[in-house]
Structures are given as structure tokens and as C-alpha cells.
């Protein structure tokens, strides 16, 4: 079992709308929960960084969440545009294990006019 | 201008044949990470690097995976020999410690025949 698993898998949505994306997550303890957004053909690009006493944590029209007690993040995109289209990633890094990156399988959102 | 650095951009060769990528950090980021992406398994940690010492290189598999940092500015992975099944995106990336952002470089795209 993958110890973040995201959902859903693939979301098409239309232009200036909103949309929410979820991750679980088995990591724990945790020091940080991130949320990264990779176009096609690049790199990933990081969002946001929570800590674990974090409960939200803004960039521009991106709102991430996260609720440690359920082990529940949500990434809440508003008034979405064309190039939001990405791959959107859910990433915790473990206590105590020097920075390491535990990356769930992505979140695939369309973004059509 | 400060990015992660990586080349080649894309590399096509043999099985069989030696494979060498190479990874500038961000100056003065003390922790270099290297991820695997596929489409089956996403991104997945293969190793990484604080201060050039090796962390955890548990994610490579030891018979054909090195990686090493000969000085701060440079990180190489060495595959040797390569197989078909290693054909994947390679990222690598660079941070300043523990908990804070990681930066990706655009990766390598490897394809062995």
C-alpha cells in the first residue's frame, strides 16, 4: 500500500472553475506535507509546505489543508485556468529522516476553455 | 540565475552500455536528491546526499546503481550496465536541509533499447 495515495486520479474541469484535490497519507510522524504541480516534460514545482501544525497554507489561487488527526490533505485550486493543467503531487517528508521526499502518484487535471 | 542544472536533457542508448547523468545543485544547497519517474510508479527516491555524504541510497538497486557528489557542485548517478527496464524520467534535486523547498532541475530522459 502506498503511504500517500491521492484521488482522484484524473479530473477535467472547465475554465474558472474550482476544483479540490485530496491526499491520504499513512507517513507518520511527518515534519512537513507539500504540494508540488509539474507541467508536461518538466520538473515539479513546489506549492505549498505545511508543517505538521499547519492547518492551511496559501499561494495565490492554491489552498492547501491539512488535517493531521485524519492524516488528510486537500489542495483546493479557485478559478482555474488553462494553465493549471498539470500533474498536482502530494509529498510528506518523514520525521527524523534527514529531508527525505515520500511522493503520492499525482492528481492529472484538465483544464479545458 | 538559480536552478537545478541537469544533463543531458535525453539520452537514447544500448542495453549494455554505461550511462552517466549529471546534476548542478542550486549553489550553496547542501542536499541533493535523485528520483525515478515512470508512468507505473511515479516518482520514487533512488538517493540522496547531505554535505556530498550519501543518506540513504536504499531506493537504487546496488548492482548497476551509483550515485556520487565528487565536489558540492556536481552529482552524477551511473547506470552500469543499463537494461530496457530503466528507461524513465531522472530528476535530480537540490535543497538547503531538512524541511525546506526541494528544487527540481527538468530532468533526463533515458530510453534504453
Known amino acids: 500500500k502506498n503511504q500517500v495515495e491521492q484521488s482522484p486520479q484524473s479530473l477535467i474541469i472547465l475554465e474558472g472553475k474550482n476544483c479540490t484535490l485530496q491526499?491520504?497519507?499513512?507517513?507518520?510522524?511527518?515534519?512537513?506535507l507539500r504540494w508540488y504541480k509539474q507541467d508536461t516534460g518538466r520538473g515539479p514545482v513546489s506549492l505549498t509546505i505545511?508543517?505538521?501544525?499547519?492547518n492551511t497554507k496559501s499561494n495565490g489561487r492554491y489552498t492547501a489543508t491539512l488535517d493531521a488527526d485524519t492524516k488528510q490533505s486537500s489542495l483546493h485550486i479557485t478559478a482555474s485556468q488553462l494553465s493549471d493543467s498539470a500533474s498536482y503531487i502530494c509529498?510528506?517528508?518523514?520525521?527524523?529522516?534527514?529531508?527525505?521526499?515520500?511522493f503520492g502518484q499525482g492528481t492529472e487535471l484538465s483544464v479545458k476553455p | 540565475d538559480a536552478r537545478v542544472t541537469q544533463t543531458p536533457r535525453d539520452k537514447v542508448t544500448e542495453m549494455g552500455q554505461e550511462v552517466t547523468m549529471r546534476c548542478q545543485p542550486i549553489?550553496?544547497?547542501?542536499?541533493v536528491f535523485w528520483y525515478r519517474q515512470t508512468m507505473m510508479q511515479g516518482l520514487e527516491l533512488l538517493a540522496y546526499?547531505?554535505?556530498?555524504?550519501?543518506l540513504d541510497d536504499s531506493g537504487m538497486p546496488k548492482d548497476r546503481f551509483s550515485a556520487e557528489m565528487p565536489d558540492a557542485t556536481l552529482a552524477t548517478l551511473k547506470i552500469q550496465p543499463s537494461e530496457p527496464r530503466d528507461s524513465a524520467v531522472y530528476f535530480c534535486?537540490?535543497?538547503w536541509g531538512a524541511g525546506t523547498e526541494a528544487f527540481f532541475g527538468q530532468g533526463t530522459r533515458l530510453t534504453v533499447v
Open positions: 509529498v510528506v517528508s518523514p520525521y527524523n529522516q534527514g529531508g527525505k521526499l515520500i
Open positions: 491526499c491520504n497519507y499513512t507517513v507518520s510522524p511527518f515534519s512537513n
Open positions: 505545511m508543517t505538521f501544525s499547519e
Open positions: 549553489l550553496g544547497h547542501n542536499t
Open positions: 546526499f547531505r554535505n556530498r555524504a550519501p
Open positions: 534535486a537540490s535543497a
